[in-house]
């Protein structure tokens, strides 16, 4: 059976995976004041930083259409897996199921499978996400066994990540229940996490180095064994960073595999300029 994986522009793939064809990327759309911009391979990361920095309004996100997936799911592959944002942070998902549906309505349900997976993650946790759906179909896995066990994969991974800042987050309403935390004076950088989706405080540190090394460790204490884990590693504008946090994990554990990835337009838009998402 052919596959083909299809992610949200929150997917943010290693550029080997960019031209596997096995991969296919839906584009959201970013908006910085009055400018628009589709977050696909035109997308130039350090421009649209000077053009937040440039702007006093907070840059926001659209999802893509369900018509949009629907057009994706009407390829030759015969199965096609779906991961989108957390449904916490973005309507995409809803539009990939919706997609789905209209695909059907068309097409009918025996047509074509097709798995919608909501990450509960961004950025590198969709990667890693992407990468294991890979390897099992790779494996010659039945579609409905892979849909089992990248469901319980997505409830098994944990995301977490340092920013310089959360004003991005706060401001646009994806830290509701979080209390707003403002310590930039004292240089204090929160570590968070995602659990079930939801945008969490884990622990502070003074300094970003001091709060990347907290959070390697907070991620080897919840990973347990790690010699059959992948992780992943996405940065903003900041590759020296992200090797500075593989080589704080190395320290401390032995992993399957490490990818590193730059984030494309989404994850831009919340990590902010030297943000950093860890995956395991």
Do not use: W
């Amino acid at each position: 059976m052919s596959y083909k994986i299809i992610g949200d522009s929150c997917t943010d793939l290693t550029p080997d995976l960019k031209k596997d064809p096995h991969f296919q990327i839906i584009p959201l759309i970013l908006q910085v004041g009055n400018t628009q911009i589709i977050d696909d391979e035109t997308f130039d990361q350090k421009s649209f930083i000077e053009l937040v920095k440039s702007s006093s309004e907070s840059p926001k996100t659209a999802c893509p259409s369900p018509e949009l997936y629907k057009e994706a799911y009407e390829c030759e592959e015969d199965q096609v897996f779906v991961i989108t944002l957390s449904e916490h942070l973005s309507g995409s998902y809803n539009s990939a199921v919706l997609g789905k549906k209209l695909f059907e309505e068309e097409h009918g349900k025996d047509s074509k499978k097709i798995a919608v997976f909501g990450s509960d993650s961004a950025s590198c946790g969709q990667l890693n996400i992407a990468v294991y759906i890979q390897s099992l179909c790779q494996a010659s896995f039945p579609f409905e066994e892979i849909e089992d066990k990248v469901r319980a994969y997505i409830k098994s991974m944990r995301t977490y990540f340092v920013l310089e800042s959360l004003d991005t987050l706060r401001k646009n309403g994806r830290l509701t229940g979080l209390q707003a935390f403002f310590a930039t004076a004292l240089n204090i950088k929160p570590v968070m996490g995602a659990e079930s989706g939801v945008i969490v405080k884990l622990d502070q540190a003074r300094g970003i180095n001091k709060a990347l090394t907290r959070m390697a460790d907070i991620a080897m204490k919840d990973a347990g064994d790690t010699r059959n884990k992948v992780l992943a590693i996405a940065h903003c504008n900041n590759s020296e960073r992200a090797e500075f946090v593989k080589q704080e994990m190395l320290k401390r554990g032995i992993f399957k595999d490490i990818m590193i990835t730059e984030t494309a337009g989404v994850a831009t838009v919340y990590a902010n300029d030297g943000g950093i998402i860890m995956t395991l």
